[in-house]
């Protein structure tokens, strides 16, 4: 399977932003990308307040502009897209799901998965986040299957906790996502410790498409899109700005990675 991490620099507003998308998922298609994955708030970074104006239904019934565009993205370049977070309406209208969202290529909802750690932080920098203010959480860990090949769903934050994935792997994940805004601050040190660490001890692949740059309210994404193989290393990744990332999934190499080191089967906890 052909997959691809796009990077993005995502703004306000809606429209401009789901245009890029759009944009990128043809550029993705063009390159025989089978899997086309986007980066956490690829259609909206602003205002946490404004989360609750653009927050969706995941409704393919009456499917809102954002799901609209995801849909329309996949149908035209017959590709599966995964979303990789956007505002999904909650029982809690003032705190919407933060949801990742495969659709196939026939346009219709393979998956959804809501962030389960949301993340509240103040960084030594200054920044202060509070996605909990914000957003609800999620409680599940989700998977599926993409093109014959077990996917399993996580979202940026989510990385920092290893038994999130476990839980995927046990469920027959041989590919993570890791949709993220990873902040510049904690990007620099810990990105790529915590991508390769994830995929070494769990011997999967890892798609992390990225937000880059500066976006409103000052924050500022560390990018880096990238895709670590089952032995950690990392074999594609977006340079500066807006970019893709493009690299195959070759189950086989993956199983001679587990079966010469089979730390998976002596697991005793």
């Not at 789901?18 to 909206?44: D, I, S």
Request: neutral net charge; hydrophobic residues 45%.
């Amino acid at each position: 399977m052909r997959v691809g991490v796009v990077q993005l620099n995502s703004q306000d507003n809606v429209a401009s932003n789901l245009a890029r998308v759009k944009h990128c998922v043809g550029q993705a298609a063009a390159a025989g990308v089978e899997l086309v994955t986007l980066p956490e708030n690829f259609a909206f970074m602003g205002e946490e307040s404004g989360k609750r104006e653009v927050a969706e239904a995941i409704d393919l019934a009456s499917p809102g502009p954002i799901l609209g565009a995801l849909i329309a993205s996949a149908t035209a370049h017959r590709v599966w897209v995964l979303g990789g977070g956007m505002p999904e309406k909650s029982s809690d209208p003032a705190r919407p799901f933060n949801t990742s969202v495969l659709i196939d290529s026939r346009g219709a909802v393979a998956a959804t998965y809501r962030k389960i750690h949301l993340f509240d932080v103040t960084l030594p920098d200054g920044t202060s986040i509070c996605e909990s203010a914000s957003s609800s959480g999620g409680a599940a860990a989700v998977t599926a299957d993409v093109l014959g090949v077990r996917v399993g769903l996580s979202i940026c934050y989510d990385v920092r906790f290893p038994e999130l994935y476990r839980r995927l792997v046990d469920q027959g994940a041989r590919v993570v996502t890791v949709p993220a805004a990873f902040t510049l601050t904690t990007g620099k040190d810990h990105w790529h410790v915590l991508l390769r660490a994830r995929a070494v001890e769990n011997q999967v692949y890892v798609l992390a498409p990225a937000q880059h740059g500066k976006h409103p309210r000052g924050r500022q994404t560390y990018g880096k899109a990238l895709i670590v193989d089952p032995w950690g290393e990392v074999i594609a990744q977006c340079s500066e700005g807006e970019g893709l990332a493009v690299a195959q999934v070759d189950v086989g190499y993956q199983d001679r990675v587990r079966a010469a080191l089979p730390s998976l089967l002596h697991r005793k906890l």
